[in-house]
């Protein structure tokens, strides 16, 4: 049972207020450090900040705080919920006594401290590590247990980053690696050449970095960032084993029906949607693309539509059509998950914790995504916190793949080294274990 639970106001990676939740059982106590985004979605859970203050500029998180300590602690620890055996119990009390459909009461930032903090505390009271704990949660097969390929975001542009470039996220997936080390070498390896090549191109002082590790150089166009990633990789000696990934977060750049590649540089174009598609089809027929996230926006239902059906018809449902991944479209919410089902607008969901704001329904929106044979692409946000339960949930749904940033800046490697010692620890065990590699789409379903 929880005796306890608090909270309290500590800061992000960007140096913003967040929520860290504290809770204690006689097992021990266990936190919750709940992260936030820049490019948020205008359908997530809401994050709650005390905008009327003038404390942090309108960012801090007191109120948030407040519905833990006030109002989530004596109600919960009065049910006298087992953390061991009620997880789903919880987090649908959570919900109920927030009351709204956005958790606009308590505020999703609140809810998800305290959701994961029970996770926590479950684990330990079962005796098993998060990852197993989280597995049993969402009813996935233990045999083999599947480590993901790590997508490092190694240019970042977008909302992330002072440069030019419209496109949110540039990314390296090491799908040739064998296990989990090989794969992080292959990326930080991968990160270091590309420093060179950007020192090279831009000078030393181009290598500053963005929110999430990769460095942030003056280039505009998504082809100049890709250029610098086949150099890289060749320079490295990967060429062929780490493929590409994308996010534009077009959501960002999206205004009267036309997305606009010139919102940071005012000159680079303006396209329609039918442009825009094209220049996805040049760059994945050009690079060696494996997925493409959020390439149109959050209520362009009929572009995102129209891109899949034509994929599907050019490549017969073969391999040269990306994973195409949901994020601001999607919010890792079981409806927009439906809805984009029925409207057959990806392929792929981004699951993020904080998008909708407890465990258990999280783990729903994947299940419901792995039932439509779609792959489950776990992320982290660009205001991260040194929080690692997003590499246990990773491991526990076996979603074969997951973004956590570059192989840089703490509150990313946190999320890397856990992994490491996850392949470490289930390896010392003796328990089965495979690495997702190019299985990582439908590593749920098929490697079992
Ligand atoms: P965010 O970006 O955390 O700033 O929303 C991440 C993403 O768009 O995937
Ligand atoms: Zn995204």
Redesign the pocket.
Known sequence: YITSITAAQRLDSRGNPTVQVTLTTDKGTFRGLVPSGA?TGIHEALELRDTESAAYGGKGVQQAVLSVKSTIAPALIAKRFSVETQQKEIDAFLCELDGTKGKKRLGANAILGVSMACARAGAAAAGIPLYEFLRQEAGAPKAPYVLPVPFFNVLNGGVHSGNTMAF??IMLAPVGATSMAEAIQMGAETYQHLKKVITKKFGASATSIGDEGGFAPPISQPHEALDLLVEAVAAAGYTGRIKFAM?P?SSEFFHDGIYDLGIKDKVSPKLTPPELSDLYRELIAKYPIVLL??PFAEDDWETWSKFMAKGREVDDGVERMPEI?G??LTVTNVERVREAKEKEACNGL?LKINQIGTITEAIAAANLAFSYGWGVFV?HRSGETTDDFIADLTVGLRTGHLKTGAPARGERVVKYNRLMDIEDEIRASGEEMKFAGKEFRTTHGKMA
Request: overall charge negative.
């Open positions: 490019s949110q996220e996010d977060a996230e959020d991944v994020d601001d981004l992320s």
